[in-house]
């Protein structure tokens, strides 16, 4: 006979013997589970499972209670819900992995970095290029220009250097842009305009174009490509090889573009939003900041010299004795176009340490290289003109407590005022963007958020002020996202949110890292290629040439693969998204277990077991082996084999354990 009783007030009956879970699973209601597998006998281990009597107010775990003729249960309250958070919680707490690469977790685009080395090292570059585009529609300038936030996280740093990251995406862009095509869909019918051609605006463009959304970009230039045209230097990055050649693919794409454009002038924002379904606005930061100082009119901006630079084909006067004053990317792009056009003395001008400088440390390195002189802790106070020379006066500095940004903040050295002559100040300390009248901004100038009125949507440097190409490819396509869901009800699939790591490689130990690869290459980093050091002081070539294929695909053998092998699968993390967890409720020490790797195909990473059991009993009761059991006893309970011998070869043929553990502590040590 059934026995009848309630789930959230919805009548169920149960079979004599029959677990609340079984009976809920059977009427089509969700309970969440980590330890129960239907093939074993019944472990309670995990609570996630908890439900409620709504009689007595206990808490069951439903993978082992059985209902009670007339009980009320309920599994989907907030208070069930906040029970099972807590378990959850307490699970994380303990839980030794990495959910995701910390290359990964560093880039900005969320590229899967990961995926596309291992397509490199295996030399397919076309299904390289395929998962890159997925998150960086422009990898050929990317692939040249980016700051190279993942290999600053890369676990490689631990001993050596890190994998370079950054040639995979040049190189299988330079073999296969041309090639590759995006399959477009059928057309929504839907419109969208943006404003600004640079790579927010193109980012935008790309991903709304793979939504069948038709899309116009405004721009304000003769042509596209904001500041990777007018901002990035020709010997960073080549305009007609590189930028044209990967702008073209745009229009392959359907992108309408219309140039000589400019919004509040001969573009307004009314005509924009009556005549398109959606407007981005993306319209970068083009206004400079100035020196701050007396007479600062007398020097030129750092965005506007290299935009003259670049607007006349690299070719312009030698600025003579030429003084920049900044320390960020645009400074350094300064220096070295100085150089390159022929300055006999180029000086950098920055008001902290070097140690402080923003800009990249390849780029200070290689302005050293190319003859640019430093000069650290001073800041301008006048400029003024005298006998045809620019008289620029400086005080020393001193570094005083911390400001906002974390820096120390240089603090006036009185009485130290020193004048150094110069043919061409330039001012590279800071842009700002003009934004649109109408719309609310911040302290800064900038626009306050993405979504800036209904229909209305804002990427790019004109949101989070100066940023990198990859920051503002990342911003467009979050705009495009927002578009596609507000014009098309499209949701973007929720990337989870739990990422439980190791920690950075700061804080490990080479003996940390665990290798799920036998062929891990200990060869050092490949090195770039670069051009002669006086053909780099006297020409705009590109400074370094794409790494060959065989050389990054041995570069593609360093990478550790530190990822969990079960990410895309682990029940832990997708229950603790589903219940809004965090791995840091609970603070307190996590116990440090060794990895087993002696087996070909399967690794054990201790560290995510959650002792639910679940392999030990599918080992006894399924397969009819005892391989497996638990050893020791609370907070040290872990998982191991006979005599800690290790799996035997024959487990190769069966992996049942394998395929039923929720966390990936047994897995197979080859990802896809």
């Avoid at 992995?97 to 076309?126: K, T, W």
């Avoid at 980012?203 to 901002?231: E, K």
């Avoid at 989870?496 to 690869?517: A, E, H, M, T």
């Avoid at 277990?593 to 087996?599: E, G, I, P, S």
Wanted: hydrophobic share 35%; charged share 30%.
């Amino acid at each position: 006979m059934s026995i009848e009783f309630t789930i959230d007030g919805r009548p169920v009956s149960a079979a004599p013997g029959q677990t609340i879970l079984e009976a809920a699973r059977e009427h089509g209601i969700e309970i969440p589970s980590l330890c129960r597998e239907q093939r074993v006998s019944r472990t309670t281990s995990c609570f996630v499972c908890v439900v409620r009597d709504c009689k007595t107010g206990r808490f069951l775990p439903s993978c082992s209670a059985c209902p009670a003729p007339g009980q009320a249960i309920e599994s989907d309250s907030e208070a069930v819900r906040d029970m099972r958070r807590t378990a959850l919680n307490l699970l994380l707490s303990e839980h030794a992995g990495d959910c995701e690469a910390p290359c990964v977790l560093a880039c900005p685009a969320h590229a899967a970095v990961e995926d596309y080395v291992r397509a490199g090292r295996q030399g397919d570059f076309l299904k390289a290029l395929a998962i890159i585009k997925k998150r960086i529609p422009l990898p050929m300038t990317v692939g040249r220009v980016c700051p190279r936030f993942c290999e600053k996280d890369c676990r490689r740093n631990v001993y050596g250097k890190p994998v370079a990251i950054n040639e995979f995406k040049r190189l299988a862009a330079d073999l296969f842009y041309d090639t590759y095509m995006e399959e477009l869909p059928p057309e929504t019918g839907k419109k969208a305009a943006i404003v600004g051609a640079g790579p927010a605006g193109l980012s935008a463009a790309y991903y709304l174009r793979l939504a069948g959304v038709a899309v116009t970009v405004f721009d304000a230039m003769p042509a596209a490509g904001g500041m990777t045209r007018y901002g990035i230097p020709e010997y960073r990055l080549p305009k007609k090889a590189v930028l044209d050649r990967e702008l073209a693919h745009f229009e392959k794409l359907g992108v309408t573009f219309s140039f000589n454009r400019t919004l509040g002038k001969d573009l307004q924002l009314d005509e924009l939003k009556r005549d398109f379904d959606a407007v981005i606005i993306a319209i970068g930061c083009w206004k400079s900041s100035g020196l701050r100082c007396s007479g600062e009119e007398l020097a030129v901006s750092g965005i506007d010299f290299l935009r003259r630079v670049a607007e006349n084909g690299n070719v312009a006067d030698n600025p003579g004795r030429t003084i920049v004053v900044g320390g960020g990317n645009t400074a350094m792009d300064c220096v070295r176009t100085g150089v390159r056009l022929g300055s006999p003395d180029v000086r950098c001008f920055y008001r902290r340490t070097e140690n402080e400088m923003p800009a990249e440390k390849i780029e200070i390195a290689e302005s050293r290289e190319e003859g640019v002189s430093f000069e650290f802790l001073v800041a301008p106070v006048k400029l003024e003109k005298c006998d045809g020379s620019l008289i620029l006066t400086c005080r020393r500095m001193k570094l005083g407590e911390p400001d906002a940004s974390g820096r120390r903040k240089p603090v006036e050295i009185p009485g130290s005022d020193f004048e150094t002559a110069a043919d061409t100040v330039i001012a590279a300390i800071g842009q700002s963007t003009k934004a649109p009248e109408g719309l609310p901004v911040n302290r800064f100038g900038y626009l306050e958020n993405e979504n800036p009125a209904p229909g209305l949507y804002a990427a790019g440097d004109c949101v989070s002020g100066a940023a990198t190409v990859v920051e503002a490819l990342a911003s467009g396509r979050r705009a495009a996202v927002a578009v596609c869901r507000d014009l098309l009800g499209i949701e973007e699939p929720q990337e989870s949110k739990i990422f439980v790591s190791r920690g950075s490689w700061q804080d490990l130990n080479r003996g940390d890292l665990v290798f799920l690869r036998n062929d891990v290459s200990e060869r050092d980093r490949e090195k770039l290629d670069f051009i002669s050091l006086e053909e780099r002081k006297t020409t705009f070539r590109e400074v370094t040439s794409t790494m060959p294929r065989e050389r990054v695909m041995a570069e593609g053998e360093r990478c550790i693969e530190c990822s969990c092998t079960d990410k895309k699968n682990c029940k832990l993390r997708l229950h603790a998204d589903e219940y809004g967890c965090d791995p840091g409720a609970f603070k307190g020490g996590k116990q440090i277990l060794a990895y087993d790797t002696r087996h070909p195909l399967i690794i054990q990473d201790r560290g995510k077991c959650i002792k639910c059991g679940t392999c030990v009993k599918i080992c006894k009761e399924v397969v009819g082996k005892s391989l497996l059991s638990l050893k020791k006893r609370g907070f040290s309970t872990c998982v191991e084999t006979a005599f800690d011998a290790g799996f035997p070869e024959s487990c190769s043929d069966c992996g049942a354990c394998v395929e039923a553990c929720p966390t990936g502590a047994l897995d197979w040590r080859h990802k896809a």
